[in-house]
């Protein structure tokens, strides 16, 4: 089973994770409740077992919460992915939710990059201030080390945007993560 259990705890957030890429239940709280919205749409898409608790300085704002969950999400990636072999390393995927459209390009290549294209009208989606968006998304890759293009070329309702993006890179990730038939690492250097 391809699974990780991460424990970050800072003065800002203590965070726990329990990841398992082939399923499993899914629970989710961070004090968030859209960022709650969009973890557990996340797992479901991506067919992710996930139990993530966090606790943060939400009296500041979401910022520290968000991105250390990132933190810890990313780094439970790497590890329930082990090695790298066998899995298909790349995927890509649309989805339009009403009026918007996000599409994520995932790259499994133990390289952390992040290219974030996408405007959000609105500031906030419920008490989830819209811009840490890109900063959960950021963490997230740079801890995963995965190269992750995410693009919304039009929307204009941030709730719809925000996650279709969730969703996008979910989907993207399924289908990285499906299993070869060479059960070796892609790659012509032999090594990721």
């Not at 520290?64 to 990132?70: C, F, I, L, P, V």
Request: hydrophobic share 40%.
């Amino acid at each position: 089973m391809r699974t990780a259990e991460i424990e970050r705890n800072t003065k800002e957030t203590q965070i726990s994770a329990i990841l398992n890429l082939d399923g499993g239940a899914v629970e989710v709280s961070t004090g968030i409740g859209f960022f709650d919205h969009m973890l557990t749409a996340f797992a479901y898409h991506g067919g992710f077992g996930l139990k993530l608790k966090a606790t943060g300085d939400l009296e500041v704002d979401t910022h520290h919460t968000a991105e250390d969950t990132g933190i810890v999400l990313g780094k439970a990636f790497n590890e329930a992915l082990g090695d790298m072999k066998g899995i298909e390393r790349y995927g890509t995927f649309s989805v339009p939710m009403d009026e918007s459209l996000a599409t994520a390009c995932v790259d499994i290549s133990n390289r952390p990059f992040l290219v974030f294209n996408a405007d959000f009208k609105q500031e906030k989606c419920g008490d989830f201030e819209s811009c840490v968006t890109e900063e959960f998304w950021r963490a997230f890759s740079d801890n995963a080390k995965i190269t992750l293009h995410i693009n919304v070329p039009y929307g204009e309702n941030a709730h719809h945007q925000i996650e279709a993006i969730f969703k996008a890179v979910a989907h993207a990730l399924k289908i990285a993560l499906k299993q070869n038939s060479s059960g070796e690492v892609l790659s012509t250097k032999g090594v990721l």
